[in-house]
């Protein structure tokens, strides 16, 4: 069993920047791929990046690539998404995610993952 915290949202302006972070227990963090994912009003819930258990290989929804990144800290058990110039497209409640499954480097379907957080809204104005 493995619970996730995130935290880090809030309320910015278009073009400012927020840092999330999802801090893991329960488990030995550092073996687990992790993944960040959003839901905007109305919408599924999409993968926005994922990282695979070292954090030398990443992925990235092609609407985010160069603006987010996203990191691990294994001895802090947490896994962080830095978001810059943020557009209001990418207002949404985000989650961070973990699966038990192993042979990928990451995965990004949702139905992939075992573990979510409890969610995080960020709220971009224009």
């Known amino acids: 069993q493995v619970q996730l915290v995130e935290s880090g949202g809030g309320m910015v302006q278009a073009g400012d920047s927020l840092r999330l972070a999802c801090t893991a227990s329960?488990?030995?963090?550092?073996?687990?791929?992790m993944g960040w994912f959003r839901r905007p009003p109305g919408k599924e819930r999409d993968v926005v990046a994922a990282?695979?258990?070292?954090?030398?290989?990443?992925y990235y929804v092609d609407s985010v690539k160069g603006r987010f990144t996203i990191s691990r800290d294994n001895a802090k058990n947490t896994v962080y998404l830095q978001m810059n110039s943020l557009k209001p497209e990418d207002a949404a409640i985000y989650y961070c995610?973990?699966?038990?499954?192993?042979?990928?480097?990451?995965?990004?379907?949702?139905?992939?993952?075992?573990?979510w957080g409890q969610g995080t809204q960020v709220t971009v104005s224009s």
């Open positions: 995610a973990t699966t038990a499954r192993s042979g990928r480097d990451y995965y990004i379907l949702p139905a992939t993952y075992d573990y």
């Open positions: 329960g488990r030995t963090f550092s073996n687990l791929a």
């Open positions: 990282i695979n258990w070292s954090g030398s290989s990443t």
